[in-house]
Nanobody
Framework: VQLQASGGGLVQTGGSLRLSCAAS????????MGWFRQAPGKEREFVAG????????LYADSGKGRFTISRDNAKNTVDLQMNSLKPEDTAVYYC???????????WGQGTQVTVSS
């Protein structure tokens, strides 16, 4: 599976961004999809995940109530809608795919999100 993330950018505190990840290759709908992020000097961390059918979602506490993950298996895409952004959301965001959210097999190249204060 090849993953291509897009949609990052510079936004002010309180703004919104929508990240998108396009997948190609093996059967997209067979995989759990997720978004992770890595801020400078910090380890990569989980942000949100979604089950293969889209019926189950999981969020890190940092994004609950602000972020929404969704997927379209017909288009092989997974999106992350991020609202009420904070400076601490600044990071490189990566989309990922695997049999479970804890077992990632494929990573996208990352897209930079910068939230200015």
């Amino acid at each position: 599976v090849q993953l291509q993330a897009s949609g990052g950018g510079l936004v002010q505190t309180g703004g919104s961004l929508r990240l998108s990840c396009a997948a190609s290759g093996r059967s997209f709908s067979n995989y759990v999809m997720g978004w992770f992020r890595q801020a400078p000097g910090k380890e990569r961390e989980f942000v949100a995940g979604i089950g293969w059918s889209g019926g189950h979602t999981l969020y890190a506490d940092s994004g609950k109530g602000r972020f929404t993950i969704s997927r379209d298996n017909a288009k092989n895409t997974v999106d992350l809608q991020m609202n009420s952004l904070k400076p601490e959301d600044t990071a490189v965001y990566y989309c990922a795919a695997g049999p479970t959210i804890a077992t990632i097999h494929y990573w996208g190249q990352g897209t930079q999100v910068t939230v200015s204060s």
